[in-house]
């Protein structure tokens, strides 16, 4: 079993910027390829971004160029950094991290609210 918990969202305005991050419980960490997913009100959870237990990276097209995620395996956490807030990146922000069916593990999530 791994634990996720993330942090670092809020209440932020347009163009703004916030940093999420998720720390994991265990020292595996490094097996598995990390992800930040979002559901907003409404929607299905959507994958925003991944980044492999080798360093590549996968992004939604609409948050390409705002948002970097990134690892430190020394510190079994992942980060979201996201700049150019729009409205529509409102939602609830989840961690995953995942190795096979059988070993998928999702955070409590964070709320992150654009708005003015």
């Known amino acids: 079993q791994v634990q996720l918990v993330e942090s670092g969202g809020g209440l932020v305005q347009p163009g703004g910027s916030l940093r999420l991050s998720c720390v994991a419980s265990?020292?595996?960490?490094?097996?598995?390829?990390m992800g930040w997913y979002r559901q907003a009100p409404g929607k299905q959870r959507e994958k925003v971004a991944t980044?492999?237990?080798?360093?590549?990276?996968n992004y939604v097209e609409s948050v390409k160029g705002r948002f970097t995620i990134s690892r430190d395996n020394a510190k079994n956490t992942v980060y979201l950094q996201m700049n150019t807030l729009k409205p529509e990146d409102t939602a609830v922000y989840y961690c995953?991290?995942?190795?096979?069916?059988?070993?998928?593990?999702w955070g409590q999530g964070t709320q992150v609210t654009v708005s003015s």
């Open positions: 265990r020292s595996i960490f490094q097996m598995y390829t």
């Open positions: 995953n991290a995942y190795y096979n069916e059988n070993y998928d593990f």
């Open positions: 980044i492999s237990t080798g360093g590549s990276l």
